[in-house]
């Protein structure tokens, strides 16, 4: 049987996300350190664990509400109001999902037809692109660059609008940057789009990992944008839950109630056991939220000072838990300082071009790893500069 003329051709064109290529190449290799994979390092805190036994024992497990349980759905939109100051009905206008990426995907699914066109600044997280392409859509890239602190500017965003441009994808703070936009950016991008039919997919889902003097803002919060936004959030960074895979998005309530009746007929709910443990998450773990974002922080300055003192240049990212130093200096492609690196002494980092053509002659590396693993793998990149000069 010929499968390739059975697979669906935008499912068969889609590429493999470049951040499993490294990983998977770094798990086959003994003594290998990994600088590849967005995880927190930290366990999921004790209490939100012990809310999840609980349900367990207490034999919660059915489904539940399509779009969520109606108390996590109010405690989200009660965290939501109380650290980003935006107001949501938490019965019409928020919907608990599989993890921040099943938010993504019923967004653009929800809002983007054959044709239409979605602009996505780029170097970016690697899904936004292929489930464009999929619903039929047309992605259109807008290069970020390192001298804007990879944020994106209103006359970036101008350029690429057309009478095609239903969706913008506002992905702050960044994957794999760690750029972020302050008030004063998203009130110049907002006025680009307030006198348009464009929608925002804000994906906030570091928008507790912020290191800068100001708190995160959500585009959403500014006046005439509640009514053109869907924010996207979860639990994985944050209160690290990855394994739990819950998320959620809110905005207004048509579009809400369009993404749910998606999510109803391709997914059913979110896991019953995770929602319990949210609901305690959202309402009792702001202690360790802040805790694991002072740690990050820690990382990140000791990161970048060691990045830029070895000579692979890095501007300081303001959120995440990622940096992106430039290794034009070597005169390698990223592609091939990755692998050079992984081959000659084990560590793996992963290419900016996974990210976006943009992203080459970048890296995207991860310090959601402890200091003595970031310490040892700094030690071996600093050796492999070294050969490479020689």
Known sequence: MDYSKLISPAAQAMRPSGIRK?????AEMKDCISLGVG???????????????????AGRTTYTANAGMKELRIEIANYMKRRFGLEYDALGEVLVTVGGS????????????????????????????????????VPVPVALRAEDEFRLTPEA?????????????????????????????LEAIAE?????????????????????????????????????????????????MT???????????????????????????????????????????DEEIEEMRQEYDMRRRFLV???????????????????????????????????????????AVVPGTAFGDCGEGFVRISYAYSVKHLEQALERIGAFLKECQS
């Not at 004790?46 to 367990?56: E, F, G, P, V, Y």
């Not at 506002?170 to 760690?178: K, V, Y």
């Not at 007929?265 to 056991?273: E, G, K, L, V």
Request: hydrophobic share 40%.
């Open 22 to 26: 490294f990983f998977d190449l770094a």
């Open 39 to 57: 995880e927190p390092d930290f366990k999921t805190p004790w209490r939100i664990r012990d809310a999840a036994i609980k349900s367990l024992q």
């Open 102 to 137: 099943e938010a993504i995907d019923l967004c653009i699914r929800s809002l983007v037809a054959p044709g239409d066109e979605v602009i996505i600044p780029e170097p970016c997280f690697v899904c936004y692109q292929p489930i464009t392409t999929l619903t039929g859509g």
């Open 157 to 185: 965003l101008k350029a690429a609008i057309t009478p095609r441009t239903k969706l913008l994808i506002l992905p702050f703070p960044s994957n794999p940057t760690g750029a972020v936009m302050e008030r004063e950016d």
């Open 192 to 240: 680009v789009l307030r006198d348009t039919n464009i929608i925002v997919l804000s994906d906030e889902i570091y928008a507790e990992l912020n290191y800068g003097a100001n708190r995160h803002v959500s585009i959403a919060s500014l006046p005439g944008m509640w009514e053109r936004t869907v924010v996207v959030n979860g639990f994985s960074k944050a209160f690290a």
């Open 243 to 285: 394994g739990w895979r819950m998320g959620y998005a809110c905005g207004p309530k048509p579009l809400i109630q369009v993404m749910t009746k998606l999510h109803q007929n391709c997914i059913m709910c979110a896991p019953t056991i995770s929602q319990y443990a949210a609901i305690v998450a959202m309402r009792e773990c």
């Open 305 to 347: 000072r060691r990045l830029n003192e070895m000579g692979l240049h890095c501007f300081e990212p303001k959120g995440a838990f990622y940096v992106f130093p430039s290794i034009q200096s070597t005169g390698m492609t990223s592609e091939e300082f990755c692998e050079k690196l992984l081959y000659a002494k084990q560590v």
